[in-house]
């Protein structure tokens, strides 16, 4: 297609965009409805993502030792938990650590303190937080340390008490897994259902944005276009309604996210949508403007050739 | 130049809108095809381009069978005839000026020729002032004048104009008519189909008569007879 072709059609399909001036305004409209759908999308689910990594991120293990385990021997076991390749992170809490941090708790309460002065020792053992990769893995970590314990044979274990095998928290856990796999998948479903959807909406308004040019196709024909040079201009005017939605609805996101922010953060935690929104501006410009461009184009592209036969 | 070799044309339900249809016409001609309405007239200028097909026989064009041209070729073919229709078919959204370009656009025209010849050939229907106008804004006889301006553009070697004043008061069809023998003068091969007795009687050419989907009369110097 040489240049003065190009210029052409992009002529006529500007004309057409902005002479069927009310057409293309419905056509308008119908597409921010799509491009907002996929914009929340977006926005759900990465509040999903984030909620769920918070909740995961609160399970863990804690390894209570006996008070009079010796501190190498609680080293040993926490690089033999390192070493295991379930294991994200392990912390280390001494009795010291843990007993000014059961001060700091309790400061306003005299009593709890003033009973702790009077056992002299500190009655405290240390702690060692254990955070697995995933949820399911914790089972097997505490298996590890239960056998590791097995093996030291004659000695007496050092550790106390392992929470996670606490029959109640093992099953917070396992449901938690659970939930939030399948919350994952419902909101995948839903949101896909919302934007196929929304699309055909689109398509459909693109298509009676067309349907009004019918006569005016068979017309063009009859005066000897080509198949080609009659859809161009139409494709352009497709995708000048999907860069107009676009960038509307780019737009419509940001006061709308501002308004959101605080109280999604408060809501959901971990996550505030405004800032999210402006760290993404980039993804949110591409997804947006990609599908709103697209979806212009293969609407008019599939409309018009319903009217190109005669 | 064109020629229907037996043509016929049966619709769904048996309907023969053409039967056994043969003539030709030479270049340079006028021709008017007569008839009563669902005589075949329309069916006749739909074969010419290619937008119906023969049910038997065949059409030609400059000894091309229109039917076996391939689609991607008919645009070609349809750049070779100006069409001027009763309800003008002018594109509701460009300007006179816009809607004669189209045709030349899409006959792949310089932007040059576009600019000297579209206010040249509307000079020569008389609508040199009325150029930005949409049709909207134009009379029925104004509108057909854009339709005929845009026909001959090109220089197409033949204009078929189906029922051009059918839609007109009779100033405007006197008018259509004048300009229509102006461009056969200038060498054009015209076939016109009417209903208009005046029209005929007043052309003084050749005259094919149709009735129920046959051709009944060939008349060199026909009248309008039926």
Known sequence: MDLVTTKRIFRAGFLDFWRNGFVSLAAILMMIFTLFTIGMAMFTGVILQTTLQEFRDKADMNVYFTTDAPEERIVEVQASLKALPEVAEVSYVSREEALAAFRERHQNNQLILQALEALGDNPLGAVLTVKAKDLSQYDSIANFLNGQGALQGGQTSVIDKINYYDAAHRVAIDRLGAVTDSARWIGLIIILIFVAATIAISLNTMRLAIYSSRDEISIMRLVGAGQAYIRAPFIVEGVLVGLSASLVTLLLFYPLTWWLGSATQDFFGGINVFYYYLSNFPLFFGVLVGSGVLLGAVASYLAVRRYLTI | ?226
């Not at chain 2, 809108?17 to 340079?28: P, T, Y």
């Not at chain 2, 065949?58 to 070779?80: M, Q, T, Y």
């Not at chain 2, 008061?169 to 060498?187: A, C, H, R, S």
């Open chain 2, 1 to 226: 130049m064109i020629y229907f070799d037996r043509v016929s044309k049966v619709y769904a339900g048996d309907t023969a809108a053409l039967q056994d249809v043969s003539f030709s016409v030479e270049a340079g001609e006028f021709i008017s095809i007569v008839g009563h309405s669902g005589a075949g007239k329309t069916t006749l200028v739909k074969m010419l381009l290619a937008q119906e097909k023969p049910t038997s026989g065949a059409v030609f064009f400059e000894s091309i069978n229109i039917h076996e041209v391939p689609p991607k070729r008919i645009n070609d073919l349809r750049r070779k005839i100006g069409t001027v229709f009763q309800d003008f078919r002018l594109l509701p959204g460009r300007t006179a000026y816009e809607n004669i370009a189209f045709a030349m656009e899409a006959a792949g025209r310089s932007e040059e020729d576009i600019h000297s010849d579209v206010p040249h050939v509307l000079e020569l229907v008389d609508l040199g002032n009325k150029m930005s106008n949409f049709p909207g804004e134009l009379s029925g006889g104004e509108q057909q004048r854009v339709a005929i301006a845009r026909a001959i553009v090109n220089q197409p070697d033949v204009v078929i104009a189906d029922e051009p004043t059918g839609n007109l008061d009779p100033v405007n069809t006197f008018e259509v008519v004048q300009i229509l023998k102006k461009i056969n003068d200038l060498g054009t091969t015209i076939v016109l189909t009417t209903h208009n007795k005046g029209v005929i009687d007043s052309l003084k050419k050749r005259v094919i008569t149709m009735d129920r989907g046959k051709v009944i009369r060939d008349d060199r110097e026909g009248k309008y007879i039926l």
